[in-house]
């Protein structure tokens, strides 16, 4: 990098800023600056599975040389999967995992993406470019150019979160530049879908880009029924003000109409006895059949985003940037829930006759509203022998969520009539191929006036400082504060408690030492904290007490080790890591329950990766994750030694690209393996997924310069596994063999 005596005044500038971030080593500080490294807006994106840099601001080194785990899946290794989702881009880091369960656990199967880093719930710690997102929803990759996952503890980076890590997103934006692609596919679950990403320079200093989607079909159990139907938008418009300064707005519009499918009959010890089928899921051989209600199940979402970015550099060494976001997300559903019938109409006890009932259905009325505006300055500053890296931030953010209670009026044909006739139970019986086929609804959901709402507001302050001594001594240094506060009204089961707040101020820190034996190589040892008060979901109990609760607070220590090999084309990684999370007790249950600040969750293991080129032929990105979770304190004794939801021993996942023929002919394989992963609800084990492998591949052929033909097979061997339980009696069965054929051609 340059170097240059920078003016007294400049100094003391640096000094004061330095200072007001509380940087121990102000008085360090060598008497030359560096040269920050300019960010060209024409840049195109990183080419090949290796990605260098994070798109965070925060973290101002190389991920090669960046003290934590972070697995980025790029756009070159989405596009030869065909990956077009947030959850099937996520299959390539393991230590991440899709089960779920909502409620805390209580077993929900839910339509909107689950994540779960290293046993910890992630589902609110998924952003876009470093902004928490809006609301939970199935994310469509359309408009994002590459997916990172940071792991471990990292309050510092990301604020309240809980220990696991965070998901990103990076949005396509505007280039000084013209490009463009057409792209459209259509698979074996009758899905078809048509893309368009056209970007244009329109002077030396203004261009704009356009992302349009049309997305309709996924009925891959082949039921006749469940189908997914998204159309977006997105625009992106840069103006290069001057060298020192550009801007950027950004528009996203998405609206998807979908009738997902949360599950099929589980069959459990007493229904296997009544039914005279086998105990488990229903019989592979009958996933085709719709256990939901025709006429009443859907599910429609409206997301917008709207973010203007400002890009300054004050001087050779230090640039600020300002983002801020508004954005709304609508979500309304009715979902069916294949449910055992009860024995008195109380869902907690469970009917051994035999027979199942659908009007159970998990309904949807939710409103989000989020307001977001980051301020960040980051300084270089050294000489040969001693540097730093300083980032100086603040966010203010206020985030609005409504649930809106709802009852469902429905009117109900056909099933079988109940013996009862107090009872309103839709009862079919399940032994019966397409039972459930008969049945139909007419009506609608009506608002009942319960509504849960959430008004929060956070106001953050964080400094983080890499100082480096020689070539071989690194130092990392990060503290954040939040002040958090949330408020509003709580429904749950009829009871209603207006006006019920939650406040916290945490600290959040991180420091690493690392140690860089030769320019390719790091060894470091990292220890950061993250904490998650009341209310980080935007929604509160009922119970005083529980709002009243200081924040949970997660701690990590990571030993890890990176090193670049061939030419730095090709970067291995390798971690062992503990997280110790103190969490909520409770004795009793609803609003009369007394909770306590007690209980303690634990998650360690170590991970291994490679990612990048082999040969200038042959790519390469693989994962492997060795996790071992359990509940080492809580009030009941028998919860004890219980794992974690979602934290399977051993995941990995492969993926291997071969190009050539003049790089004209592109083939891929790889596969996924989970070990398998339980399903814990009251200290019980309700359900085991068994270990799979689910293996793909791909064969591109670039056809001409401008057009590409590609077909991606998923699930090559057509294995049959599970994907989710919920504790109400059904499941989620992975998807069957998918062959997908597209085409894209670029202008």
Sequence with gaps: MEKRNPTSGWKKQALALAITAAIPSAGLMAEEVRQLPTSKASAEA??????????????????????????????????????TSLTD??????????????????????????????????????????????????????????VEVTKGASGSLDG???????????????????????????????????????????????????????????????????NYKTVAGAA?????????????????????????????????????????????PIDSSRWDEYFGVKGRDYEKVNTRMLTFTVNHDVNDFISVRSQTRFGKNDKESVLSRPWWGSLTGDNDEYDDTGLMRLDISQNLDQSNKLFVSQLDTTIALGSDDFTQDIVIGAEYAREDRTNYGVTGDFTYTGGIASSNP?????????????????????????????????????????????????????????????????EGD?????????????????FSYGAAFSWLPTDNGNIYLGYANAQQPPGTDLALSNNVGRNALDPEESKTLELGTKWELLDERLMLSAAIFKTTKTVADSEGRGTSAQYYLTGEQESSGF??????????????????????????????????????????????????????????????????????????????????????TVWSAMAAYQATDALKLQVNIDNLTDEEYVTDYSAKGHFKPGNPRSIKGSLTYNF
Excluded: H
């Design 89 to 146: 881009a996520l299959r390539n880091v393991s230590g991440v995992s899709t089960f779920g369960g909502g409620e805390g656990g209580g077993g929900v199967v839910s339509a909107n993406d689950k994540v779960t880093i290293r046993g910890f719930d992630a589902r609110s710690s998924i952003y876009v470019d470093g902004i928490r997102d809006v609301a939970g929803y199935n994310r469509d990759l359309f408009n994002y150019e590459q």
């Design 422 to 486: 107090e009872r309103t139970d839709v009862l079919f019986d399940p032994t019966v191929t397409n039972g459930a086929d008969s049945i139909r609804a007419t009506g609608g959901l009506v608002r009942n006036g319960e509504d849960t709402i959430g008004k929060s507001t956070t106001l953050s302050l964080y400094a983080f400082d890499t100082l480096k001594f020689g070539e071989q001594f690194q130092v990392d240094l990060n503290l954040r504060f939040d002040k958090f506060k949330i």
């Design 236 to 280: 992106s418009v840069l103006f290069q003000a001057s060298e020192q300064t550009s801007m950027t707005l950004d528009a996203m519009v998405m609206k998807q109409d979908n009738v997902p499918v949360l599950g099929l009959p589980f069959i459990k010890e007493t229904n296997a006895a009544s039914t005279g089928m086998a105990e488990g």
């Design 46 to 83: 990183e080419e090949g599975y290796k990605v260098d840099k994070s798109s965070s601001v925060k973290l101002t080194q190389p991920i090669a040389k960046t003290p934590k785990t972070i697995d980025v899946v790029s756009g070159e290794t989405l596009q030869d999967q065909g990956v």
């Design 490 to 506: 709580s429904c749950s089961r009829g009871t209603c408690t207006e006006n019920v707040d939650a406040s916290a101020n945490t």
């Design 607 to 692: 991970e291994l990766s490679a990612v990048g080129q082999l040969s200038d032929s042959v790519s390469l990105t693989t994962s492997y994750t060795s996790l071992d979770t359990e509940v080492t304190e809580d009030r009941t004794a028998e919860a004890e030694g219980l794992g974690l939801q979602g934290s399977p021993d051993d995941t990995a996942s492969l993926w291997l690209s071969y190009t050539g023929m003049d790089d004209r002919l592109t083939l891929g394989a790889g596969g996924n393996y989970n070990s398998g992963e339980t399903f814990w609800r009251r200290n019980t084990a309700y359900y085991t997924v068994d270990a799979y």
């Design 160 to 226: 309240r979160n809980t220990g696991g890590g965070s998901v990103n997103l990076v949005t396509k934006r505007a280039k000084l530049d013209d490009f463009g692609s057409v792209g459209a596919s259509y698979d074996t679950a009758d899905t078809k879908r048509v893309t368009l990403d056209g970007n244009k320079q329109l002077s030396d200093d203004t261009a704009a880009r356009i992302n349009l989607l049309y997305s309709n079909g996924g009925d891959a159990l082949d039921n006749g029924v469940e």
